[in-house]
């Protein structure tokens, strides 16, 4: 059964930086790819970044050039480094591995 547990959430003033952490636990996680989505308040869940498998990513067009997602597959965790944040950056922040979910952390970014 595979578990996610999310963590690094915060307060953050705008333009600050954040690093969020998603460690799995329940199989093997090095073959898979490894997405972060976030959903704010009143609003869809939305996807933010995926690592693949191979070391390939891809990012929403609201977080390019500002998040960085990373894998640590001996550590079967997954990273988000935040940027130049935002308000409307304001979420919480899921990772997603075989359509499974964590509990989210919380980002709050004050303007």
């Known amino acids: 059964q595979v578990q996610l547990m999310e963590s690094g959430g915060g307060l953050v003033q705008a333009g600050g930086s954040l690093r969020l952490s998603c460690v799995a636990s329940?199989?093997?996680?090095?073959?898979?790819?490894m997405d972060w989505y976030r959903q704010a308040p009143g609003k869809q869940r939305e996807y933010v970044a995926r690592?693949?498998?191979?070391?390939?990513?891809n990012y929403s067009d609201p977080v390019k050039g500002r998040f960085t997602i990373s894998r640590d597959n001996a550590k079967n965790t997954v990273y988000l480094q935040m940027n130049s944040l935002k308000p409307e950056d304001t979420a919480v922040y899921y990772c997603?591995?075989?359509?499974?979910w964590g509990q989210g952390t919380q980002v709050t970014v004050s303007s």
């Open positions: 690592s693949t498998s191979s070391g390939a990513t």
């Open positions: 329940g199989g093997i996680f090095s073959i898979l790819p």
């Open positions: 997603n591995i075989k359509n499974c």
